[in-house]
């Protein structure tokens, strides 16, 4: 199984970006798709995720102001990020995972990720 991110860059606050992940040797639409991030010194972060039906989660730090879409066809995954803070600079991984997560109320993803990729860095200058 092959993860690999692209889109990331450096951006000015109030900008945009999208993240792409590219899926490979495994079956895409049956699993869970994830953007963590991580700050060195800090806690990964779950960003967002998306089943494979397409519910989505999204962290409140980043809610209103991400979206996460899968296009099942092009076994790729994305973030569209907007109105970016300095505090999103991170770099940012996709995750993918066989467990559906939960679906009583509203969408809670699984906690743990069976593959990952090797991420992309954000940063957003203030």
């Known amino acids: 199984v092959q993860l690999v991110e692209s889109g990331g860059g450096l951006v000015q606050a109030g900008g945009s970006l999208r993240l792409s992940c590219v899926a490979s040797?495994?079956?895409?639409?049956?699993?869970?798709m994830a953007w963590h991030r991580r700050v060195p010194g800090k806690e990964r972060e779950l960003v967002a995720a998306?089943?494979?039906?397409?519910?989505?989660y999204s962290a409140d730090s980043v809610k209103g102001r991400f979206t996460i879409s899968r296009d099942n066809a092009k076994n790729t995954l994305y973030l569209q990020m907007n109105s970016l803070k300095a505090e999103d600079t991170s770099m940012y991984y996709c995750?993918?995972?066989?467990?559906?997560?939960?679906?009583?109320?509203?969408?809670?993803?699984?906690?743990?990720?069976?593959?990952w990729g090797q991420g992309t860095q954000v940063t957003v200058s203030s």
């Open positions: 995750a993918a995972s066989a467990d559906p997560g939960s679906y009583y109320g509203d969408y809670d993803p699984p906690k743990q990720y069976d593959y």
């Open positions: 998306i089943s494979s039906g397409g519910r989505t």
């Open positions: 040797g495994m079956i895409f639409s049956v699993n869970t």
